[in-house]
């Protein structure tokens, strides 16, 4: 037997499903009833060396979902229930953002609108990328709330370059930009590791600001509670998660592979103590390059990492409900 079959039959899935989870598509956001909204930014500011090289990451996600579509609403053992507890609290799938990989000022602005359009709503924005600078302008269009926010970022580098490449706004320089944002009042960065492109002066810098910075190996060797434990309860929390703080042979689908990741379950226990100390405003997941990946493992990882991700906002917004 030499053809490809499509194991998704087997549990019922659809061969043609566009939207991820196959949950409903939203190509309006006016018009957007929901509590959470997915929304695919292939692109922000690319470096011109490499151009927008995670514009297909969105679409491989959605894909990577397809076989579990008509088993949705079953029971999910990683998040006690089914990841939607109710009907009214599904996410809706809002499809791709445009994009100019030679008007980065217009890809930022388009996602800075789309993001208000969302919170505007009263939902949740969840990003898919696209590479690490996607995060920069959903954090700037926060700002329109009036609140103040605790960012947790996730992430193998900590992205505080004020420039590379003669490049301010992209992917190295992400939390030094929102640590210039009046409503950014704190950082929380887990999860680095190894070689990035963080110079000895960019950590102090980081440190100086007031960042806390846990290491992928403090996190193996004392757990999660001391990154936690950060988050002033309550607080309003943006979630920034870059696909290479999973340890690469769950996630091989990036540019910068390397042992020493954070498993999946250490990751669902993270997410899952953000919600239950803070309100998860918005949250994107990128940096993952489909074309670096093996038979898919990586996108099944990463997808499934944002399902459980959904899973949590729901609860969150149910409790929210209740109160």
């Known amino acids: 037997m030499t053809e490809s079959v499509d194991l998704g039959v087997l549990f019922g899935a659809g061969a043609d499903t566009k939207t991820f989870l196959g949950l409903d598509a939203c190509g309006d956001l006016t018009t957007l009833d929901a509590p959470i909204a997915i929304i695919g930014a292939p692109c922000a500011t690319p470096y011109a060396s490499a151009g927008a090289y995670c514009r297909n990451g969105p679409d491989a996600l959605r894909r990577?979902?397809?076989?579990?579509?008509?088993?949705?609403?079953?029971?999910?053992?990683?998040?006690?229930?089914?990841?939607?507890?109710?009907?009214?609290?599904?996410?809706?799938?809002?499809?791709?953002?445009?994009f100019d990989e030679n008007d980065a000022a217009g890809n930022r602005d388009t996602i800075r609108k789309a993001v208000s359009a969302v919170v505007s709503r009263g939902a949740v924005p969840v990003l898919l990328g696209g590479d690490d600078s996607i995060p920069i302008p959903m954090i700037d269009a926060l700002s329109e709330t009036g609140r103040k926010y605790t960012i947790v970022q996730i992430d193998a580098h900590i992205d505080w370059r004020d420039s590379h490449m003669g490049e301010n706004m992209g992917l190295s320089s992400t939390m030094r930009r929102a640590s210039e944002m009046g409503h950014i009042e704190r950082i929380i960065q887990v999860g680095a590791r190894g070689i990035g492109s963080a110079r000895a002066s960019d950590v102090e810098d980081a440190k100086r600001w007031g960042a806390s910075l846990f290491t992928a190996h403090q996190l193996d060797r004392g757990g999660l509670a001391p990154a936690l434990d950060m988050i002033p309860d309550g607080s309003d929390v943006i979630v920034c998660f870059d696909a290479d703080a999973l340890d690469s042979t769950l996630v091989p689908g990036v540019i910068a592979r390397g042992p020493g990741g954070l498993s999946y379950f250490q990751t669902l226990d993270l997410l899952f103590g953000i919600a239950k100390r803070g309100r998860i405003a918005a949250m994107d997941f990128v940096e993952f390059m489909p074309e670096r990946d093996i038979d898919g493992m990586g996108a099944l990882s990463f997808a499934r990492v944002i399902t459980s991700a959904l899973g949590i906002l729901a609860r969150q917004r149910a409790t929210a409900k209740a109160v």
């Open 64 to 98: 990577a979902t397809a076989p579990l579509t008509a088993n949705v609403d079953h029971f999910d053992f990683d998040l006690g229930g089914p990841v939607f507890p109710e009907a009214g609290l599904r996410a809706v799938d809002c499809g791709n953002l445009p």
